[in-house]
């Protein structure tokens, strides 16, 4: 009888059949195939590598080259079939190019283990990823800052310990919070730089000894730099936990900016009117509009704190090297998935609170010229229609 384990990539020593229950608590398929671009990328350069180091003929590298566009085609087209048995990204795309060219796609394995391919793939994911969120979180920044500019006269109360302490231009709000974000930019930045080193080539552990040129798949790739340890290339998630920590960070911004704005848009403070594109009723109150887009960006805060925390706490135990616990530093895609099925939460949340910022109104009767009627009242030049103080 066949080896009920002989097309799995580990497969090779088993002569019983996997329990199902474990099975199915092995596979990441459910998730990683959200990588299925950067593994296609990844494997089509090393299908050249192996061709420019003589391991492919220049037949087999088309043959295989051809075999993964197709792949891609499928993928693009929203066909491609995910079986059983497809533990992972990888071996789905091993099976499914096996299929397409048959023997010829075995070799394409050749000196490659998952524990580089997987690393290469999440580090290029990743670099897209913070491309999207980069683009996002700059435009959020420009409108906050075009916001400011066209509304510098307006003057409102500034607040220490949630009391009114002293008057401040609207602007002076609204760009305290995008120069917070433009910190987060910068960092974000930093983080594409260090997530965009190339760990392919290192092997499961102790490197490829097939003499595979890095330097070739460095530029095909488009990676910055080589990965200098390859037990370290395999097994480091610094980046991933950057990027987490990072997702915090910046929710906490924009969950403070969110915060403001609740406060700001009650009856009780007045001060603006939040588009009805991204607020909601109530079902029993028809008087009510609930500024529910900045609520849900406070509340999902959380959640991504949570993500961060335990991918921490995962790598805090374990010994050098990759170890199966990595398997969950699939956290950044848990974080995008759980909150948005199929979307980026942090690309939501940034898209909802720029377009908030676009279309919120009012500030007619925030503040008008003129001196409060109040005996000492503050407020001596801009103030309220009515006394703050």
Request: proline content about 3%.
């Amino acid at each position: 009888m066949a080896n009920p384990e002989g097309d799995k990539l580990w497969g090779g020593r088993f002569v019983g059949a996997i329990d199902p229950i474990m099975e199915k608590f092995n596979a990441s398929i459910s998730y990683d195939q959200r990588m299925w671009a950067a593994d296609i990328q990844g494997s089509k350069a090393y299908a050249k590598a192996l061709e420019k180091a003589g391991l492919l003929t220049k037949s087999e590298m088309d043959q295989i080259l051809n075999g993964m566009d197709k792949i891609h085609e499928e993928w693009s087209k929203g066909i491609f079939l995910i079986k059983d048995g497809d533990e992972d990204i990888h071996t789905s795309h091993e099976r499914r190019l096996k299929e397409l060219i048959g023997e010829t796609a075995g070799k394409l394995h050749t000196g490659r283990s998952r524990n580089d391919q997987v690393a290469t793939d999440m580090r290029i994911w990743l670099r897209d990823e913070i491309s999207v969120l980069s683009g996002h979180l700059n435009r959020l920044i420009k409108t906050m800052v075009e916001r400011a500019a066209v509304e510098i006269d307006i003057l409102f109360p500034g607040y220490t310990h949630l009391q009114r302490a002293q008057p401040i231009r609207w602007s002076h709000w609204m760009l305290s919070h995008a120069v917070a974000l433009s910190r987060d930019a910068e960092r974000l930045d930093e983080i594409r730089r260090r997530t965009n080193v190339l760990p392919l080539g290192s092997g499961a552990i102790a490197g490829n000894p097939f003499q595979i040129d890095r330097e070739f798949l460095r530029k095909e790739l488009q990676f910055d730099a080589i990965s200098l340890n390859s037990m370290d290339a395999t097994s480091g998630r610094d980046f991933v936990a950057e990027i987490l920590f990072w997702c915090s960070l910046c929710l906490i911004h924009l969950s403070k900016i969110s915060e403001d704005l609740i406060i700001y848009c009650t009856k009780e403070f007045g001060f603006v009117t939040l588009s009805d594109a991204y607020s909601t009723g109530s079902s029993l109150m028809p008087q009510k509009k609930n500024p529910d887009s900045l609520e849900l960006i406070r509340s999902k805060a959380g959640r991504v704190f949570g993500r961060c925390s335990g991918f921490l706490v995962t790598l805090k135990g374990l010994p050098s090297t990759y170890n199966k616990d990595l398997q969950v530093d699939d956290a950044y895609f848990r974080m995008r998935v759980s909150l948005f099925p199929n979307s980026n939460v942090l690309e939501i949340i940034v898209f909802c609170l720029s377009a908030s910022l676009k279309t919120e109104k009012g500030f007619e009767n925030l503040v008008v010229w003129g001196l409060c009627p109040a005996e000492g009242c503050v407020w001596s030049r801009r103030v309220c229609t009515s006394c703050w103080g």
